[in-house]
Structure formats: C-alpha cells, structure tokens
C-alpha cells in the first residue's frame, strides 16, 4: 500500500506534464596561456585640475603628484607668477596647492596695490622658498608635520618693486625692542609709552609699513600668518598656510 501511495503522490496529475530535470550547469572555461600572460593594468593617479591655473590667475604648470613618506600632494602646481592687478614674479618656481596658490595670487594683487600707495610702484618680484619641503615645523626633529610637507604653505623673504625697491622682511620688519620682548615674554604687562604690539603701529618708515600692512592683509587670506613677532625661527620671512586650526578649523593664527 505504502509503494502504491507512492506512486501516486510521484505521478504527474491528469493533463499535467512532467517537470524537466534540471541540467547540471557546464563549468567555465579555463583561462587561457595568452591572457594569462596579459600585463594588469597600471595604477592610475587622478589628479584636479585647479581653476586659478586655468583661468590665468597664476602662471605655471601643474606637475607630478608628490609622495614622500606622509607627505605629499597629488595635484600640485608649479608657479612662476601670480596675475592679478599687477603681474608678479616668483624669484623662483613654488610647488603648491591649488587652494594656496589661489589665495597667494589674492595676497600679491593687495600687497601691490600698498606698495603703490606707499611708493607709486607695484611689485615685480616676490622672493620665496621653494614652497613643498617634506620636513617638520620650524625644521625640528621631532613634532608635527610643517604644512609645507603638503605644498599648503610658502615663505615670501623680500618685495623687489619695479622702481628698483628692495624690502627685505629680516631688515625692513619694524622688529619690537630686546627689553619689549623680554617684557612680553614674561607675561608683564605693556607699560604706558612702550612699544605698541601692531606692527602698524610701530612701523617708522615705508619699508616697515608695507610690511606691517601687507602682514595684516595676509591675515584675512590665510589661517596662519607668522612674521618676526611670532619667533626667532620667523624672523628673516612671512610664513603663509592654510592649515587647519580648531576643532573646526575656522580659528585664525596671525603673529
């Protein structure tokens, strides 16, 4: 009875028709000799193109993504001039950032146009560092990363005006006396008829006013502004970057 069952339950149902046996599905085909011997296929690097360069703002080249140890940038750019206003020159090629590069660009059409209030003569030259340099801050063994290591910095040492002026920051700064310093130092506070700590303040001729001016300007355009106030390690150049401050980055560092 059980195998009659069985036969019942197994039979296909009157007008029904068998259901096919699924077929066992061919293998793939092995990879053959020639594609196994096909090279893979290189790395490719993507890199941004940068508006500034495109448009004319700066003069240069964007040059071979940069990779050293933690440092690095995938798109730099390698400038020789920065047209605003006024065309001005690099004593030599900076490697930046697209985003500094523009706001460099931004600071050289402004320190122009206070050279030509000062002096009735725009810049024809800004004589700088190289920008890129895999080092940290203040070229220490030890601590953080400098922003230069990520083509996000650049340090301008003098001004060449096209009527043959040379404004040199190590010379011309309006540098704070040994005793005002030494006063600062200590945390005392500025006594009446002391130095005044703005640099504008104490500029006494126009090379140390265009300094302190152009100084000043240069804080509205970058998150981190040194000069001869902030430390010995600045006191020959202006230090510009855009790094990143604050939890949020939007706190400001002008010394």
């Given at each position: 009875?059980l195998?009659?069952?069985?036969?019942?339950?197994?039979?296909?149902?009157?007008?029904?028709a068998?259901?096919?046996?699924?077929?066992?599905?061919?293998?793939?085909?092995?990879a053959?000799?020639?594609?196994k011997?096909?090279?893979?296929?290189?790395?490719?690097?993507?890199?941004?193109?940068?508006?500034?360069?495109?448009?004319?703002?700066?003069?240069?080249?964007?040059?071979?993504?940069?990779?050293?140890?933690?440092?690095?940038?995938?798109?730099?750019?390698?400038?020789?001039?920065?047209?605003?206003?006024?065309?001005v020159?690099?004593?030599?090629?900076?490697?930046m950032?697209?985003?500094?590069?523009?706001?460099?660009?931004?600071?050289?059409?402004?320190?122009?146009?206070?050279?030509r209030?000062?002096?009735?003569?725009p810049?024809k030259?800004m004589?700088?560092?190289?920008?890129?340099?895999?080092?940290?801050?203040?070229?220490?063994?030890?601590?953080?990363?400098?922003?230069?290591?990520?083509a996000?910095?650049?340090?301008?040492?003098?001004?060449?005006?096209?009527?043959?002026?040379?404004?040199?920051?190590?010379?011309?700064?309006?540098?704070?006396?040994?005793?005002?310093?030494?006063?600062?130092?200590?945390?005392?506070?500025v006594e009446?008829?002391?130095?005044?700590?703005?640099p504008?303040?104490?500029?006494?001729?126009?090379?140390?006013?265009?300094?302190?001016?152009?100084?000043?300007?240069?804080?509205?355009?970058f998150?981190?502004?040194?000069?001869?106030?902030?430390?010995?390690a600045?006191?020959?150049?202006?230090?510009?970057?855009?790094?990143?401050?604050?939890?949020?980055?939007?706190?400001?560092?002008?010394?």
């Open positions: 009875m195998a009659a069952l069985t036969t019942l339950l197994s039979a296909p149902a009157k007008g029904q068998e259901l096919p046996v699924p077929t066992k599905r061919p293998e793939r085909p092995a053959t000799q020639e594609a011997k096909l090279p893979a296929d290189p790395v490719r690097v993507y890199q941004s193109s940068c508006p500034a360069l495109l448009d004319g703002t700066v003069t240069g080249k964007i040059g071979k993504p940069l990779a050293e140890g933690q440092c690095g940038e995938r798109s730099p750019l390698e400038i020789t001039a920065l047209n605003g206003g006024d065309k020159e690099f004593s030599q090629t900076v490697t950032n697209c985003k500094t590069a523009t706001a460099v660009a931004g600071f050289a059409d402004a320190a122009s146009k206070i050279a209030d000062i002096y009735g003569s810049i030259t004589v700088t560092g190289p920008g890129y340099q895999c080092r940290r801050r203040n070229r220490a063994r030890e601590g953080k990363l400098s922003e230069h290591s990520f996000n910095a650049i340090d301008i040492t003098a001004f060449k005006l096209e009527d043959g002026t040379t404004i040199s920051v190590e010379e011309h700064w309006p540098h704070m006396t040994t005793a005002s310093v030494a006063q600062e130092g200590a945390g005392a506070e009446a008829g002391a130095e005044p700590k703005d504008v303040e104490r500029a006494g001729n126009k090379e140390a006013e265009f300094l302190a001016r152009s100084h000043a300007k240069a804080c509205e355009m998150t981190t502004v040194l000069g001869p106030d902030a430390d010995a600045h006191r020959t150049h202006f230090h510009f970057d855009l790094g990143c401050h604050g939890r949020n980055c939007t706190y400001l560092l002008c010394q």
